[in-house]
């Protein structure tokens, strides 16, 4: 299932100014499917950055505001799941990586409310980034990651890699754990 962000309609004037901003979306990789997880990688210099992207449904199952105590429960989960990059991600050994910090952006936290104006019906995402810092980053070969594993609901993996030899695009199927760095 794939679904657009929103379902406004542009008046045909701004159409044109309106192409421009959507083309703009699309670019910071604005997609929407659920069960779809994208996740950009690089490596430079001793930094391998992970940048997640995922809709809210894929790692909470609702997107909206939580309306009960075990909903706030799930996104209180959720979040602390998101940010524990050393859990979620392994670099293999020989690139001896130490993850540093992670940085989460959703409109479902306080403050972010631009995106979830009640009564609409719309799609929430989740972005996330995350920074190792590695003694060996050229010796890096593998990624591995928890995200089948901590998340049920996510089926599908869609990876842009980017290091020193080279880049790819990578797609991983519950429950190929292990993303190629080039190595
Ligand atoms: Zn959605």
């Given amino acids: 299932m794939i679904t657009k962000k929103t379902s406004r309609r542009i008046p045909a004037a701004a159409l044109a100014a309106g ?12 997609k929407h499917e659920h069960g779809v997880v994208h996740l950009d990688v690089a490596i430079e210099g001793d930094t391998l950055a992970i940048q997640l992207e995922s809709p809210l449904d894929s790692v909470l199952g609702f997107e909206r505001q939580p309306r009960t105590p075990a909903e706030r429960q799930s996104v209180d989960r959720m979040l602390a799941t998101l940010r524990g990059g050393a859990v979620l991600f392994t670099p293999d050994a020989r690139g001896q990586c130490r993850f540093e910090e992670a940085q989460l952006e959703s409109a479902l936290i306080a403050g972010s409310s631009t995106d979830s104006a009640p009564g609409k019906s719309e799609h929430l995402d989740v972005d996330v980034s995350y920074r190792f810092r590695c003694a060996a980053a050229a010796d890096l070969s593998t990624l591995s990651h928890q995200l089948f594993a901590l998340f049920p609901r996510i089926q599908r993996i869609d990876a842009q890699v980017a290091t020193p030899k080279g880049q790819s695009r990578q797609v991983l199927k519950r429950p190929d754990a292990t993303l190629s760095l080039g190595g």
Avoid at 25 to 30: E, F, I, R
């Fill in 19 to 30: 192409l421009m901003m959507w083309g703009t979306a699309q670019a910071h990789g604005d």
